[in-house]
Each structure stands twice: as structure tokens, then as C-alpha cells.
């Protein structure tokens, strides 16, 4: 059974720092490049950060310098750590995984990242 988990939401402070963790299993982790998305209340969902299967990794310029966003083949996981965070940045955050060249694109249930004094 495929299944990605997404966890380390929570509520935190404006300058403070989180780390997102995405589980996956069911899938050849290491073939899939992974991203984090991200959908605040009424806005579309958007991208954040991605890491290709063999370790590029982008970033939206609104979280560049703050985020990064990496994976650990050996656990199937991909992880997004958060640094000075501030109110823009919450959100509920999603992991995807997807397989190029085909079009499969598989998706968690996302984690809710509050920032707030």
C-alpha cells in the first residue's frame, strides 16, 4: 500500500524553526523525486521545495535561504527544516512524490504549520 505521512506541524513563534518529516512506503523511494507544497486558507496550493531523485533541489524565492529540504534513501523519507518562520509561512504543507518521465504523482494528507505570536 502506497502511503506518504507527513508530521512535525505544530504551532510556533514568528523567528522560530520547525522540521517537517515525510514517511513514505509502498513506492522505490529513491527513484521519486519529492517536493513540499504548501496551501494557506483561501490561495492556491504552491510549491516550496523539491529535491530530485538524485539530490537537485529548488526553492520558491519566498523561502529561499530559510528552508531546506532534504532526503534520506536508506529511511524513505524526505525532510523540509524551517527557519525563521513568520506568519506567511502558515499553511498546510504536503508531500508529493513523482516519477518522471511518467506522470504519476502520488500525495500525503498534509500537516498543519501554524506561525503565530
Known amino acids: 500500500q502506497v502511503q506518504l505521512v507527513e508530521s512535525g506541524g505544530g504551532l510556533v513563534q514568528p523567528g522560530g524553526s520547525l522540521r517537517l518529516s515525510c514517511s513514505t512506503s509502498g513506492i522505490i523511494f529513491r527513484i521519486y523525486d519529492m517536493g513540499w507544497y504548501r496551501q494557506a486558507p483561501g490561495k492556491q496550493r504552491e510549491l516550496v521545495a523539491t529535491?530530485?531523485?538524485?539530490?537537485?533541489?529548488m526553492y520558491a524565492d519566498s523561502v529561499k535561504g530559510r528552508f531546506t529540504i532534504s532526503r534520506d534513501n536508506a529511511k524513505n523519507t524526505v525532510s523540509l527544516q524551517m527557519n525563521s518562520l513568520q506568519p506567511d509561512d502558515t499553511a498546510v504543507y504536503y508531500c508529493k512524490a513523482g516519477l518522471q518521465p511518467t506522470k504519476i504523482e502520488l500525495w500525503g494528507q498534509g500537516t498543519q504549520v501554524t506561525v503565530s505570536s
Open positions: 529535491i530530485t531523485s538524485v539530490g537537485s533541489t
